[in-house]
């Protein structure tokens, strides 16, 4: 579904991306691994349209990506999250979700001048999917009323409910306690069940033999070593660079 070749980002002189190439195949869950400053988060940005590329190619579902807006990324199929929810904080949870649903439409002021059969159709799509992620909590209540790992939860949903062929997810499950990494072990194997093709970045080693299909681990702004999560917990090159030392 994306195929990166020779993919290149510079800070300051320094090569934040250097030269990455790999593939993330369909219907599957991959996860792109590495310590911290290993690139990861920027290869998140240059797929999804924040910062632009240098050098190299990122050919999603038969459209290059490189030189699209992100908005137009985003209505090719893409969907992300990021590390820290981002939240219309003087909204509720249903109204923010809503504006996920509603992105298609880019004339703001029309997201809310729906009939009422539509309104009422898209808070029950609403409502389900806070039901499926677990996100026990009134939605008519202040988004910033949300836990930290309640807003894992939230950021998950807005995902999905936009519309997408492709999920991003950077560090889901970071910072939550146990029971709730639990959860969402559960629901990516759902969503994996359900047809979706997921790339996540994860430091939770046990978290990733747990979920995913693929590992790619990077350090110092490239690719160490890509393969099964047998095969990449096994490779003594990535042990010495990354997991030997957590």
Known sequence: MLN?????????????????????????????????????????????????????????????????????????????????????????????????????????????????SQDAQEKKTVHEMLAFVGLEKNPQAPVMELSYGQQKLFDLARALLNPHTFLMLDEPVAGVNPVLREQFKTLLKQLQEKGETILLIEHDMDFV????????????????????????????????AYLGSL
């Not at 999603?60 to 985003?74: I, N, Q, S, T, V």
């Not at 690719?223 to 990449?232: C, D, M």
């Open 209 to 240: 033999r747990a979920v995913v299909q693929h590992v790619i681990v990077m350090d110092q702004g490239a690719v160490l070593a890509k393969g099964t999560p047998e095969s990449i917990f096994k490779n003594t090159v990535v042990l010495d």
């Open 4 to 116: 990166i070749s020779n993919l290149t980002k510079s800070f300051g002189g320094v090569k934040a991306v250097d030269d990455v190439c790999f593939e993330v195949p369909k219907n599957a869950i991959t996860a792109l691994v590495g310590p911290n400053g290993a690139g990861k988060t920027t290869v998140f940005h240059l797929v999804s349209g924040l910062i632009e590329a240098e050098a190299g190619s990122m050919l999603f579902d038969g459209h290059e990506l490189k030189g699209l807006p992100a908005w137009r990324r985003a209505r090719l199929g893409i969907s992300r999250t990021f590390q820290l929810a981002r939240l219309f904080k003087n909204l509720s949870i249903e109204e923010n979700l809503l504006l996920a649903l509603r992105c298609d439409d880019d004339q703001f002021v029309r997201m809310w001048l729906r009939g009422a």
